[in-house]
């Protein structure tokens, strides 16, 4: 005679995945937070003097390997020079409908001058709009990208530009990971390292997070790290729930100090 509980079997994964958290978000009335290292949208960024800091170089457009970036430069006018150097770029283009956002140019500008923000949404109702100009990547006078009509920018996405560049150390090297090796950005000042493989690390200042500690609910259980496992990660998860500056109030043994 046949089992008829095995008619239940068939919604045993249906059944097990009904207490874990949701993973989908309600796109496009919210969106996930992005990682300081995504890849967007291109800027070009000031000095804080509100000088440019493209010299009109070419290299970003000679490393380009869809040749999507079109850079001109020109000598810099005497008497009111738009670049520290002795050129800066007169024309700049950047065809999106070429881009695969591969950030070979961020790596290859010796000024930083190119970088990139986290804000990809963006669609065009003609060919023309995908050719974006100097006057649209540049940023504006408080440092900020410029947000056209198309674009779906949200909170924290024209934050922390060039995140990939920021994480990146001469020749590889994980002594230099963490340490500052650029100029200031106009209404940004010195940006604050990216967080890296070593443990040279500011989450704090970056915004950014261990993936393990974010999605942690969603491992393997023998992936899940030490600290998030059994009553030392029930601890820890309520800590977490407690608001910023409760925790420091209460008695050391209810904060399971000794």
């Known amino acids: 005679m046949a089992n008829p509980f095995k ?15 949701t993973v989908t978000t309600s796109y496009p009335q919210a969106k996930r937070a992005k990682q300081p290292r995504q890849h967007g949208r291109h800027v070009l960024n000031r000095y804080e003097d509100g000088m440019e800091k493209c010299i009109g170089c070419e290299l970003c457009a000679g490393v380009c390997p869809v040749n999507c970036i079109y850079v001109r430069g020109l000598d810099n006018p005497p008497d009111h020079p738009v670049s520290p150097g002795e050129r800066y770029g007169y024309v700049y283009e950047i065809n999106y409908l070429r881009c695969i956002h591969c950030d070979l140019c961020v ?3 010796p000024t930083q001058a190119i970088t990139e923000s986290k804000m990809f949404e963006f669609s065009f109702t003609n060919r023309a709009d ?3 100009t100097k006057a649209e990547l540049l940023v504006d006078d408080q440092g900020n990208p410029q947000r056209l009509p198309w674009e779906d920018w949200r909170s924290g996405e024209a934050a922390m530009t060039g995140g990939w560049m920021r994480a990146t150390s001469p020749a590889g090297d994980a002594s230099f990971e963490g340490v500052v090796q650029w100029t200031a950005d106009l209404g940004e000042g010195v940006r604050a390292p990216e967080a890296g493989q070593s443990e040279n690390r500011d989450d704090v200042a970056t915004g950014s997070k261990q993936i393990r500690e974010v999605f942690y609910r969603h491992l393997q259980p023998e992936d899940v790290p030490l600290d998030r496992r059994g009553l030392q990660g029930l601890v820890r998860q309520a800590k977490e729930k ?5 925790l420091e109030r209460l008695p050391r043994r209810h904060r399971g100090e000794k």
């Open 7 to 21: 008619f239940f079997n068939g919604f045993n994964l249906t059944l097990r995945h009904i207490a874990r958290p």
């Open 242 to 246: 407690i608001p910023e500056g409760m």
């Open 107 to 109: 790596e290859a500008c």
């Open 130 to 132: 995908a050719i974006y």
